[in-house]
């Protein structure tokens, strides 16, 4: 199975920063790289799928980049709305597995 | 709109069963493949099966293998998941998820707002 690692596991941000999480898969996953967003006690919801393409409805705040091994998450300025968990997940190969998630919280 | 809605979980007992159901709406169920992903309480996400569209093809996390069957009734709309030989560590939020293909790219693009399974005596 590939491993995916993120970094950080928690971060503190105050509003307006800009933040940066990466995602590191355990083999080459070419772009088929995804992040979601989860708040707390509600389901995922997709932000990037592809490694960089921005899901219908999901604010251009958020970005991504990378190929390969190394992905990135970017939100470039940070809104009330954007505390949450972060994950990746590679759907290069089954199983597709999951980051052990980001949690961005208040500064 | 999109619409998943999971049901079917509840508390029972380690050794016990529980068939979980995700009813969709809003889209042409029939052409997409569907997923079960779970997340135990405090912990990261994990993917349980798939089922590919017209129900041809399915595969599952090994620590559900034997345990839990996958299911599709394209004529009703509906997803389900059987669960076997529950075990304690299977406690978890359980969600229904749709499969996207934009660009070729694989992702989980719709969720239900997930359904509790407790195991425990």
């Known amino acids: 199975d590939i491993q995916v690692t993120q970094s950080p596991s928690s971060l503190s941000a105050s509003i307006g920063d800009r933040v940066t999480i990466t995602c590191r898969a355990s083999?080459?996953?070419?772009?088929?790289l995804n992040w979601y967003q989860q708040q707390p006690g509600k389901a995922p919801k997709l932000l990037i799928y592809g490694a960089s393409s921005l899901q219908n409805g999901v604010p251009s705040r958020f970005s991504g980049s990378g190929s390969g091994t190394d992905f990135t998450l970017t939100i470039s300025s940070l809104q009330p709305e954007d505390f949450a968990t972060y994950c990746c997940q590679q759907t290069y190969s089954t199983p597709p597995t999951f980051g052990q998630g980001t949690k961005v919280e208040i500064k | 709109q999109v619409q998943l809605v999971e049901s079917g979980g509840g508390v029972v007992q380690p050794g016990g069963s529980l068939r979980l159901s995700c009813a969709a709406s809003?889209?042409?169920?029939?052409?997409?493949?569907m997923h079960w992903v779970r997340q135990a309480p405090g912990k990261g996400l994990e993917w349980v099966a798939v089922?590919?569209?017209?129900?041809?093809?399915?595969y599952y996390a090994d620590s559900v293998k034997g345990r839990f069957t996958i299911s599709r009734d394209n004529s009703k709309n509906t997803l389900y998941l059987q669960m076997n030989s529950l075990r304690v560590e299977d406690t978890a939020v359980f969600y229904c998820?749709?499969?996207?293909?934009?660009?070729?790219?694989?992702?989980?693009?719709?969720w239900g707002q997930g359904t509790l399974v407790t195991v425990s005596s």
């Open positions: 809003g889209f042409t169920f029939r052409s997409y493949g």
């Open positions: 089922i590919w569209y017209d129900g041809s093809n399915k």
């Open positions: 998820a749709r499969e996207g293909s934009p660009d070729g790219y694989k992702s989980f693009d719709y």
């Open positions: 083999q080459s996953v070419n772009k088929y």
